[in-house]
């Protein structure tokens, strides 16, 4: 029972949406026109992608 009270807290959900936000983020910028902007892009879907994965396993703790 503890673990599915600690599933439910309002604050993973909270990040979660904060990793969707910066992947939305990196993704637009695929599409903008400065320099290195590919590169940009892809770091920030990375680091995008490895916070979503953290959040996701907190859950599951």
Avoid: W
């Avoid at 637009?28 to 953290?54: C, D, K, M, Q, W």
């Avoid at 996701?56 to 703790?61: E, T």
């Amino acid at each position: 029972m503890q673990s599915m009270e600690n599933a439910n807290k309002e604050g993973h959900y909270k990040f979660l949406i904060l990793t969707i936000a910066v992947g939305l983020l990196g993704c637009y910028l695929r599409f903008a026109e400065f320099p290195h902007a590919t590169l940009v892009s892809n770091i920030i879907l990375l680091f995008g992608a490895i916070i979503a994965l953290r959040a996701v396993f907190k859950i599951l703790d």
